[in-house]
């Protein structure tokens, strides 16, 4: 009992003695961290994991430089920064050790949240799919100059609905044509602002899916012409196995007010518009006020078309939109005579011929990929003695709109050369060499209306390479040079998303994307292949680094 008491009684004592040693030389402290959050972010961000954070040691100070930062899953960090180019939930774990290897550590979370797409079919003039049911979209985008998409399990006629946005004329009364080729055959439902206008259906191989709607008076209008956003929808189902539908262009055609019509030319003025066809034995001229002209074969040829009168009408013809040609026409000998309405002065192929017409003429002319150019009218009467008048001459077109789907191009100067080409949106394009000035190699998106503050928005897209490649991204107006974005890139042998501020602009009009290449940096670099996808405009929701 004494030894235990003994030892009980020498243990304060030597608590005593190595309290007073601890007070003679005070022991080493492990870092601290400071200021270690967690943080919310959008995908694509570029985050600063060291703002605010600093590590701090009593013996050796300020240590920030030296934490160690490691992030799970699995993400790089460089000089304290990381992108997060998906959404989800990240362990961010900091660390930091002293020289006498004495740690601290403590772990935060990154929230990543997707951005907000304010459009993704920068390149398909607004045309998208979306897919509802058992439906599932395997590929969409722009394929050359078409949009296509591929989808499976679209049973039913709600299951893949094919979208876009329209401007479209209050109380105007409209028919759509949807040139549409699918590779089974199916149904379609015509979907106007949520409601079913047409049932269609759709044959395997091409496709003219046609439906009227009306789109509703305003009575605020005042008699003036006033538009409205509609939404128009083809539900396509009954589609079984592996689709694809590629879509080529939208016409719609309307009236408003009564008229199908707008004017272009009224009471034309022939004075200086006419040519003759053959002067050897022709009388030609303008009468009275200019709104009359006259042609007069006297000597006839073997052939019809060696003598009559050219009128230049000097109107660019428009492929696609339809043209109604009104004029009065006389002739006094009632001989054989034609009247061609054609494209250009030599270019009679797939010219409306009208054989000895009489009185007031209302002729529609609808101009083709082929029938372009501008508008000539051929008066000719070379087989037979004639003396021909016409007058009262006015062109109209009929309301139109084309909605083409616009092709991705390539520009080249100073001797560079290469291609692109297009598969479900992913842009290709292949440099066999390189100019010096940015703009020798370009590639140019198509275009695409944008209205707004710039500054709220930033572009996001994908790009990789087979060799590193610098690159000057450009947003741009879509004629002439007025960029909210120029800014110089990277682009490695790695897929990497590009996050693009723009610039403080305020935006109204049709712009464009540009990717020039052309540049001393990529000199010595041949048969370079670059691959761009997922082109989006996303809401910037908060500052990107």
């Known amino acids: 009992m004494n030894i ?159 979208v876009r946005d329209y401007s479209l004329v209050n109380g105007g009364n409209y028919s759509f044509l949807y040139y549409l080729n699918s590779n089974v055959s199916g149904k379609a439902v015509a979907i106007a602002e949520g409601k079913a206008v047409a049932e269609l259906a759709v044959n395997k191989g091409e496709n003219i899916l046609s439906f009227g709607y009306n789109q509703p008076s305003k009575a605020d209008d005042n008699g003036e012409t006033s538009y409205d956003v509609c939404k128009i929808e083809l539900w396509l189902g009954g589609l079984e196995g592996e689709v694809e539908c590629s879509l080529s262009k939208v016409e719609t055609q309307w009236s408003s007010k009564g008229e199908e019509y707008n004017q272009l030319i009224e009471n034309f003025n022939f004075d200086g518009k006419i040519i003759n066809r053959d002067d050897k034995a022709q009388g030609m001229g303008v009468l009275g006020d200019g709104t009359s002209a006259f042609v007069e074969v006297t000597e006839p040829s073997g052939a019809m078309w060696q003598m009559g009168m050219f009128v230049d009408t000097g109107l660019p013809l428009v492929s696609g939109k339809e043209y109604l040609i009104l004029f009065d026409i006389n002739c006094e000998q009632d001989n054989p005579f034609e009247v061609c309405i054609q494209r250009d002065q030599w270019t009679d192929s797939d010219a409306v011929i009208l054989r000895q017409p009489k009185g007031k003429i209302n002729q529609t002319v609808k101009a083709t990929d082929s029938f372009n150019g501008t508008l000539w009218l051929f008066i000719r009467s070379g087989t037979h003695a004639n003396k021909i008048t016409i007058s009262n001459l006015s062109v109209k077109v009929k309301k139109s709109q084309i909605y083409s789907i616009p092709a991705i191009t390539v520009e080249h100067k100073n001797g560079a050369e290469g291609g692109v080409t297009t598969e479900f949106g992913k842009i290709i394009y292949t440099a066999k060499s390189f100019g010096t000035d940015w703009g020798d190699n370009a590639v140019l998106g198509a275009p695409f209306e944008f209205a707004g503050a710039a500054e709220n928005y ?50 109204e009009g049709t712009y ?24 989006k405009i996303c809401n910037k929701s908060e500052p990107d680094g």
Not at 464 to 471: I, L, Q, T
């Open 4 to 162: 235990k008491r003994i030892k009980w009684l020498a243990f304060p004592l030597a608590a005593a003695l190595l309290l007073a040693g601890c007070a003679a030389q005070k022991a080493n402290q492990a870092p601290e961290l400071r200021g270690v959050n967690d943080i919310s972010c959008l995908v694509n961000s570029r985050v600063d994991l060291l703002n605010g954070v600093a590590a701090l040691d009593a013996e050796d100070g300020d240590i920030t430089a030296s934490l160690q930062i490691s992030i799970t899953p699995a993400v790089e960090v460089s000089e304290g920064y990381a992108t997060f180019t998906q959404a989800g939930r990240y362990e961010v774990v900091y660390k930091s050790t002293d020289s006498a290897n004495l740690t601290a550590q403590t772990t935060a979370y990154v929230t990543v949240e997707e951005r907000e797409v304010y459009m993704s079919n920068v390149h398909t003039n607004g045309f998208y799919t979306k897919a509802h049911g058992n439906a599932k979209i395997v590929a969409e985008g722009l394929n050359g100059s078409v949009y296509s998409f591929r989808f499976n399990g679209g049973e039913v006629a709600e299951d893949v609905r094919l």
């Open 458 to 507: 930033v572009i996001t897209f994908k790009a990789k390479a087979n060799a590193d490649v610098s690159c000057a991204f450009i947003a741009n107006t879509a004629s002439g040079w007025d960029t909210f974005v120029w800014t110089k890139i990277k682009i490695s042998t790695k897929w990497q998303t590009f996050t693009v501020k723009c610039d403080k602009k305020n935006l």
């Open 512 to 535: 464009r994307f540009l990717w020039q290449f052309g540049t001393a940096e990529n000199n010595g670099l041949n048969d370079v292949t670059v691959e761009i996808d997922d082109i």
